[in-house]
């Protein structure tokens, strides 16, 4: 299984972003899939995920109402839109796929595919 993340790049604060990531290499009906960061000497932190069916999205406090999670199953890829970006969203950004079915949404541990992340800069 491989994923492959790509959109990140250099934005202003305010601006937006739309990150991407396509799935390759297995069968992921019907798994959740989500969306993790990591900034420089922190942890790694759960953003967004969403369910196989996209009826149930989750979001941490600190991006919600500005990011959107979505997917294509058609196309194997999952997204994340980015709006009102702020200097504290900095950070390399993982996509991932769940293990199984049920579980947790937020917990890096209950992902069981990680793509390579992609590098997402705010400028104040």
């Known amino acids: 299984v491989q994923l492959q993340a790509s959109g990140g790049g250099l934005v202003q604060a305010g601006g937006s972003l739309r990150l991407s990531c396509a799935a390759s290499?297995?069968?992921?009906?019907?798994?959740?899939m989500g969306w993790f960061r990591q900034a420089p000497g922190k942890e790694r932190e759960f953003v967004a995920a969403?369910?196989?069916?996209?009826?149930?999205?989750y979001y941490a406090d600190s991006v919600k109402g500005r990011f959107t999670i979505s997917r294509d199953n058609a196309k194997n890829t999952v997204y994340l839109q980015m709006n009102s970006l702020k200097p504290e969203d900095t950070a390399v950004y993982y996509c991932?796929?769940?293990?199984?079915?049920?579980?947790?949404?937020?917990?890096?541990?209950?992902?069981?595919?990680w793509g390579q992340g992609t590098l997402v800069t705010v400028q104040r």
């Open positions: 991932a796929i769940k293990g199984t079915y049920s579980g947790d949404y937020y917990q890096a541990p209950e992902y069981a595919y």
């Open positions: 290499g297995g069968t992921f009906s019907p798994l959740g």
């Open positions: 969403i369910s196989w069916s996209g009826g149930n999205t």
